[in-house]
């Protein structure tokens, strides 16, 4: 099956400093990955669309100013939370769809995901 | 945009008994099911996933159904073992065209506790 990795797994950082998280499609090139946040109990909230070699496309409600994302090639993305603030930590979970014979696979590969602390 | 609901949040059951997870949405243009098992701090795992185009999938002791005019999906896990405990999620999308092409939008979860 295919495989996402995020790096890295937990981070702890300081109020008002930047973290970056990569997610990389390690058996396959990726397009269009997508990043979610997920809080303790909760679902998962997806926060932008990453497509590759063009801007993410952000939901309704995230700042795009804060959570910067870059897809620079077809098996990496990344997801910058800049001045971060307590209230960031969450988990943040990237996946990835496996273009095939150029039908996108229908499902969704997912990272494991980044523990993010912000004291 | 779509929206999906779960319920219930929370079910218990002993072990081998059934348990059946439902979800509704509100796009009619939506064309895939997925339900996903996610365990305390690892990531989701695909379980099942049904397209528009049939009415139920079965996977040994996991089964899904979907109605479409009703615009609802259960999932279904019989002779339920502890292993199974974990939550689970179902999701909603469309592929294939539109500017929302591959977008998963979640249900709130469910904790299912199966108990020894």
């Known amino acids: 099956?295919?495989?996402v990795s995020q790096h890295p797994s937990r981070v702890i950082c300081k109020s008002g400093t930047s973290v970056k998280i990569e997610c990389r499609s390690l058996d396959f090139q990726a397009t269009t990955m997508f990043w979610y946040r997920q809080f303790p109990k909760k679902s998962l909230m997806l926060m932008a669309t990453s497509n590759e070699g063009s801007k993410a496309t952000y939901e309704q409600g995230v700042e795009k100013d804060k959570f910067l994302i870059n897809h620079a090639s077809l098996t990496l993305s990344t997801l910058t939370v800049t001045s971060a603030h307590p209230e960031d930590?969450?988990?943040?979970?990237?996946?990835?769809?496996?273009?095939?014979?150029?039908?996108?696979s229908?499902?969704?590969?997912?990272g494991p995901g980044t523990r993010l602390t912000v004291t | 945009g779509e929206n999906v609901e779960q319920h219930p949040s929370t079910l218990s059951v002993q072990e081998g008994d059934s348990a059946v997870?439902?979800?509704?949405?509100?796009?009619?243009?939506s064309n895939y099911f997925p339900w996903y098992k996610q365990e305390l701090g690892k990531r989701p795992q695909l379980i099942i996933d049904i397209r528009s185009n049939v009415g139920e999938k079965?996977?040994?002791?996991?089964?899904?159904?979907?109605?479409k005019t009703a615009k609802?999906?259960?999932?279904?896990?019989?002779?339920?073992?502890?292993e199974d405990s974990a939550v689970y999620f179902c999701a909603a999308?469309?592929?294939?065209?539109?500017?929302?092409?591959?977008?998963?939008?979640?249900?709130?979860?469910?904790?299912?506790t199966v108990h020894p």
């Open chain 1, 1 to 3: 099956g295919a495989v």
């Open chain 1, 89 to 104: 930590s969450s988990f943040y979970i990237c996946s990835a769809y496996k273009q095939r014979n150029r039908v996108s």
């Open chain 1, 106 to 110: 229908y499902e969704q590969y997912f």
């Open chain 2, 21 to 29: 997870i439902k979800c509704t949405y509100s796009d009619s243009a």
């Open chain 2, 58 to 67: 079965k996977d040994q002791r996991i089964a899904v159904t979907l109605n």
């Open chain 2, 72 to 82: 609802h999906f259960s999932l279904h896990i019989t002779e339920t073992q502890p």
């Open chain 2, 93 to 112: 999308s469309r592929v294939a065209g539109g500017t929302s092409y591959g977008k998963l939008t979640f249900g709130q979860g469910t904790i299912l």
